[in-house]
């Protein structure tokens, strides 16, 4: 029986809160770590951009593997590969399993299974004129999931971090069950039309709508991965609760379901790259308010509600560009490729997050930075207009 689209769309967006949620909630783990482990917050924050990295290599690699072995097979090793990751970390805490564990082994899990694969799997079945908002809801599922996440992972962090990260791990094995309808192969000719520009079938790195598209998402990993990981710790260093953080990234989460929805749904009826260039320009002038007013539990829960409506408000966006340009056949594997732009920008936000306030005992210079990228991803969004399209119809038996 074929799935229904409704019904697929609502697999997709319980998929994605599984994926994005235990990912996020990592950064709660990092406090009582390197006051228990005496590991300095650098080492700990390489591990997670590591995994970041990892993740966006592993995302066109997952893509290319799915036309081969199929989509379900290479997801499933995806979902084991992440719980395991977590799993060894909190039962065998030592550097090196860190790094293997929530580095390697969960940056290959996410990569597996998240939104390239299962983007891809939703425009595969929605009908175009539901496209939009499908994807929008369907990405709307990593707010929700950072929403109950952000909610229940502090708590158990509260009792062990140890408890809270093998509780990260098992709930991964939820993915499995919730994969195995959305991501079998659908019956030839069952696949929804398409509306698209002739595609792109030239090399990626010389096609500016991919340059522009990879850029922006570049940009968007720096963001959402320097403020996940270290937000949790950019509380504390201001003298503020720990649940201050966690109370923030909840309304990040709540928001952006609304944002992700809305703008999803925006770029059926725009083009993507101006709303884009309106989300860039809209976190560079909110990062930048982080360095100028005083912290407060105030500042942090409105800088939260606006960071909220832009968070993943840029993958609906950016899923649709990439159909639209390059067709669905390669949505998934280019998608995946500007994914891999994502995750090393989030390997420098990670990163060089802890690097810089281990050595400054500061954030204020990744805040400036995240300012003058989010100014940048703007810019390279405006020169991409959009072109003559055509519908792509069914063939005829």
Known sequence: MQLNWKAAIALAALILAINTGARQAMGFMLPPMASELTWGMGSLSFALAIQNLVFGLAAPIASKLSDRFGTLSVFLVGSLCYAVGMGVTALWP???VWMLGAGVLAGIGIGATTFPLVLAAVTRVVPLQHRGIGLGIASAGGSFGQLIYSVATPMLVLIDWKIAMLALGASCLLLIPMALPLLRRPPAGSEAPAEE???SQGPLLQDRRFLALAGGFFVCGVHVAFIATHLPNFVVACGLPLNVAGNTLAIIGALNIAGTILFGAWGGRRHPPQLLMLIYLCRAALVMAMVVIPPSSMLLYAFGAIM???????????????????GQKRQAFVFGMVLAAHQVGAFLGAWGGGVVYQLTGSYDLLWISSGIFGLLAAIVHWPVRREPTRVIQPQLA
């Not at 909220?308 to 649709?320: A, D, E, K, M, R």
Request: charged residues 5%; glycine residues 4%; proline residues 12%.
């Open 94 to 96: 030592t550097p090196t």
């Open 197 to 199: 520009d002739i595609p």
């Open 308 to 326: 909220g409506i832009l968070w993943l408000s840029t993958v609906p966006l950016t899923s649709q560009a990439v159909a639209l340009y390059f």
